[in-house]
């Protein structure tokens, strides 16, 4: 089944009506037509939906993380309205139907497409987990366990206001950790660009005249005209070497985790803090989540290590090996650069008193508040360096300008 768009026109008594826009699945043109026929419709125009580009594998996965991370809010919208929807005793098929139905100037035309090709994946037999994995930018591995275990358990709902209330709770410290680093950033760019525009445009000005005047131009003067003329005539040649050595070191860090163990460790170890608390957190949270809806241990170690960094996903994946030949999970997390010796011990603990979930949401709980005041410190630390850099670069262009005017007014005096 693919997606069709179309604008058909309907007459009633003579009397025509305005065109009207809208989307079906069909097999192929044909058909799209003959149903729109059946119902009345004249169809005036009407063309497949555009199909995603072509990448390579590597890049084709990382581009649906990176639409997952921008689709969160989205994914939490969805989750409550099916699951509200639910509980009113409708099937998944009609809510679907009604959540594509929506069209206000918050749905965007992405989020309609995959609901009407889940429902009519569900229509032809699919279930909603293998429907929902076709939307590799939408949902991971993690969703559709989830939604699985929550259909085969009869809990589908009360899965969905969870997956709901998870999305928006990471969603919600992602904002955070993008604030903290925007607004330094934002102030950054500002300073670059004044002191460029002063330096390329105001203070060639002031040195053409001192020339004229057969007076020296001051030396801070040179300077920042030269660099500020560098900035202006090669900033897009460097802006690309920059994109082109962290694509480059990108590459590397992939190679040394793929290759070496020694190197996975490495990459692990320069992580920042923040970071690795971060995923630690997420990884916790998502396992307690998989296992109280009933997923199996291996297997949800296992969907899991599809959604973390690579560094990580080595890790998990070697625990779920371990675990699967008869291991201890407390103690086949043992990487001290990912997890701490107060993390195993605790996991052991809930493991011996048979509240293993409940354990890893608490310390998932307390790395994210944890990561929450590494975020508040960070942007403590960035908001006045941003600000001292501002007044850095504009007080340094701002001087360079005053030289001159004070040696004119010398040799006027």
């Given amino acids: 089944m693919e997606l069709w768009r179309y604008t058909a026109v309907w007459s009633e008594s003579g009397q025509a009506l305005a ?45 649906n993380r990176h639409l997952r991370r921008r689709r969160r809010d989205q994914r939490a919208e969805i989750y409550e309205g099916l699951c509200s929807l639910l509980e009113s005793g409708l099937p998944l098929v009609e809510c679907l139907e009604v ?18 090709e889940w429902r009519e994946a569900m229509r032809s037999g699919a279930s909603p987990a293998q429907a929902m994995a076709k939307h590799l930018s939408w949902f991971d591995g993690i969703d559709c366990a989830m939604v699985e275990s929550g259909q085969h358990g009869g809990m589908l709902p009360g899965v969905l ?15 955070q950790l993008v604030a903290a680093l925007t607004y330094p950033a934002i102030i950054t760019v500002a300073a670059v660009g004044v002191a460029v525009f002063l330096s390329v445009k105001t203070l060639p000005d002031l040195a053409n005249l001192l020339s004229t005047a057969k007076i020296e131009v001051p030396m801070l003067t040179r300077w920042v005209m030269g660099v500020g003329q560098i900035i202006a005539q090669w900033g897009a040649f460097f802006l690309l ?18 290759r070496s163990p020694r190197g996975c460790r490495v990459v692990a170890a320069s992580t920042p803090r923040v970071l690795r608390t971060w995923a630690v957190a997420q990884f916790a949270q998502n396992l307690a989540d998989l296992l109280r809806a009933g997923v199996p241990a291996v ?5 899991l290590s599809t959604t973390l960094p690579i560094a990580l996903n080595r890790v998990v ?24 010796a107060q993390f195993r011990r605790l996991l052991h603990s809930g493991q011996a008193a048979g509240e293993l ?5 608490r310390m998932a709980l307390r790395d994210e508040r944890r990561t929450e005041r590494q975020i508040t ?3 403590t630390l960035l908001e006045p360096a941003a600000i001292l850099c501002l007044a850095t670069l504009v007080g340094t262009v701002v001087l360079a300008a005053v030289l001159p005017l004070t040696r004119l007014q010398e040799v006027i005096r």
């Fill in 19 to 63: 065109p009207r826009r809208g989307e079906l699945m069909a097999e192929s043109a044909a058909e799209a037509r003959a149903s729109l026929r059946r119902i009345g419709w004249q169809v005036v125009e009407l063309r497949r939906a555009r199909r995603p580009l072509a990448l390579p594998s590597h890049l084709h996965q990382a581009w």
């Fill in 99 to 116: 959540l594509s139905e929506e069209r206000d100037r918050w749905t965007n035309r992405s989020r309609r497409t995959m609901l009407m």
């Fill in 161 to 175: 206001k969870h997956m709901a209330e998870r999305e928006a709770r990471v969603g919600q410290l992602g904002h």
């Fill in 241 to 258: 070497g920059a994109v082109v050595f962290i694509a480059a070191v990108a590459v590397g860090i992939r190679f040394a985790i793929e």
């Fill in 299 to 303: 297997e949800a170690l296992r969907v």
């Fill in 317 to 340: 994946l070697r625990a779920a090996t371990e675990v699967e030949e008869g291991g201890d999970l407390a103690e086949v997390l043992d990487d001290p650069v990912w997890f701490t």
């Fill in 357 to 361: 979930e409940a354990t890893l949401e």
């Fill in 377 to 379: 410190r960070l942007a």
